[in-house]
């Protein structure tokens, strides 16, 4: 009888021991498994902020003060474990994404989240609190192949962020003399093997008063296209036609400012929007856009000197993820080679 009374407490000692490692283990498991839903939250933020903070920093105007706060904002919109998601500015870093590795050199195209969240443990045995960090990375890639839509190219002053050049509408003039420019980062693209400007109108749409008769043929970032300062003046008119329309246009590796001629390298691509169309006088003299003129000798008499005839553009951002955006970012091969061209995708690289 004895010896069962011993039986029994020990296998009471060791149920109470069982039981103890069971509720340790379950308490365990029940921390562990909340703390990886509330990762899936922090995950959910870092990923939001990062892309909120790239799109603010590809649109026009946009800059790393106005990237991290966007950042912040979207992640204010979200909770982590019942909380709002405060993430510090310090936790928000803005750089470069390129060659699959981010660095905070410039120019800036992408947005780094590194948001840090502790939470309380429901049943503490080891720890009172838990902290987890998650990672998330957006960037900015502008399309490296594409098909333009008109025979205009822009200068690699164009830019989506601050810098040496802003982004107002550009004056594109129809002239033919060689020695006359519109002052602005702008010139026509000179497409085929006619290297004149009678071949232009061949390549702009009807709906712009062109023949519309040849495609302009698919390009890449890397190949070269020939440019000129003047393009056919009866074409002027025909351009009110395509007045807020938008098209997929080139950007050249060219000096900022100044006329744009002969071949140039296409280190990216962007999007135009003509606004305005100017067929008689008065126009603007090209040493001062904002001065008005009806003839060379308004500018100081220098042949060329004021532009009457000429088309304004205006460079705009434009999301190659939406689907209304599909026509205008035809073509494929997303690349960093000009991230501030203004039309590209906004995604997730890491």
């Not at 603010?56 to 706060?69: F, I, N």
């Not at 810098?163 to 550009?170: T, Y």
């Not at 290297?195 to 749409?205: A, Q, R």
């Amino acid at each position: 009888m004895k010896d069962r009374t011993n039986q029994r407490g020990q296998q009471l000692a060791y149920f109470g021991i069982f039981a103890l490692v069971l509720f340790a283990l379950a308490a365990l498991a029940i921390d562990a498994g909340r703390l990886f839903f509330v990762a899936r939250e922090a995950q959910t933020v870092a990923d939001a902020a990062a892309l909120a903070g790239v799109v603010a920093l590809a649109r026009p105007g946009g800059d790393d003060a106005l990237a991290v706060l966007a950042a912040q904002g979207v992640a204010l919109q979200n909770s982590v474990d019942n909380t709002l998601a405060t993430v510090i500015a310090a936790d928000i870093v803005v750089g470069r994404w390129s060659g699959g590795a981010f660095t905070t050199v410039t120019p800036h195209n992408a947005v780094k989240t590194t948001p840090g969240f502790t939470i309380n443990n429901i049943f503490a045995l080891w720890s009172p609190t838990s902290h987890t960090r998650r990672e998330a990375i957006a960037a900015f890639e502008t399309i490296g192949q594409g098909a333009p839509g008109i025979p205009i190219v822009l200068g690699s002053c164009f830019t989506c962020d601050p810098g040496s050049c802003s982004n107002a509408p550009i004056n594109l003039a129809f002239t033919t003399s060689s020695t006359t420019n519109s002052g602005d980062n702008a010139a026509w693209a000179v497409y085929g093997t006619n290297n004149g400007t009678g071949g232009i109108d061949s390549y702009v749409p009807t709906a712009c008063g062109g023949t519309g008769t040849n495609a302009i043929p698919t390009k890449t970032v890397g190949s070269s296209v020939n440019t000129t300062n003047g393009g056919p003046t009866p074409l002027c008119v025909g351009f009110s036609g395509c007045i807020n329309q938008t098209y997929l246009v080139p950007v050249v590796q060219t000096a900022c400012g100044g006329p744009i001629g002969g071949p140039n390298t296409i280190i990216g691509f962007a999007s135009i929007t003509i606004l305005k169309v100017n067929c008689n006088p008065p126009g603007f003299c090209v040493a001062n856009n904002a001065q008005v003129c009806s003839n060379d000798n308004d500018c100081g008499g220098t042949k060329g000197s004021c532009i009457q005839k000429y088309i304004q553009v205006q460079p705009t951002f434009i999301d190659c993820n939406l689907p209304q955006n599909a026509t205008v970012c035809q073509g494929g091969g997303f690349s960093d080679s000009c991230p501030d061209c203004g039309t590209g995708k906004v995604r997730l690289v890491e």
